[in-house]
């Protein structure tokens, strides 16, 4: 069984639905312009192991969290949070990003996006 899909993280489901329809523009260009077009499927607000996750791609196991966003209130995937190690444990890998990066350098996000699948699934897109 898919982690997210446990008992602890459905009262997280209803506020990443909400967080579904009210995306910023940052992540609206990653999305229109690089994820839903990609060849693997990426989902949008994940829930895992109590955090919401921006974008995730179940395949590669690539967590994909946007530093600073203000559309995600709940605690942020930290460098010391236990639910970070958690993740590390069950073989996710996270990839902070800012909107900033998003918006000014949205080619070498991509890149570092296919890259980071490239490495865990060891298919080239």
Not at 32 to 53: E, H, N, Q, V
Not at 93 to 117: A, G, P, Q, S, W
Request: proline share 4%; glycine share 4%; hydrophobic share 35%.
């Amino acid at each position: 069984m898919i982690y997210y899909q446990q008992h602890e993280d459905w009262e997280n489901r209803s506020l990443a639905a909400t967080m579904r329809r009210s995306m910023n523009e940052a992540e609206c260009h990653l999305w229109f312009d690089f994820m839903r077009p990609y060849p693997l499927r990426f989902g949008r607000k994940k829930c895992i192991f109590g955090f919401i996750a921006d974008f995730y791609c179940a395949k590669a196991k690539l967590l994909i969290v946007i530093d600073g966003n203000p559309n995600n209130p709940t605690t942020p995937i930290d460098d010391t949070a236990e639910g970070k190690k958690k993740l590390w444990r069950y073989g996710y890998e996270i990839l902070h990003l800012t909107k900033d990066d998003i918006m000014d350098h949205f080619e070498d996000v991509c890149l570092e996006i296919e890259e980071r699948i490239e490495e865990a699934t060891g298919v080239l897109s």
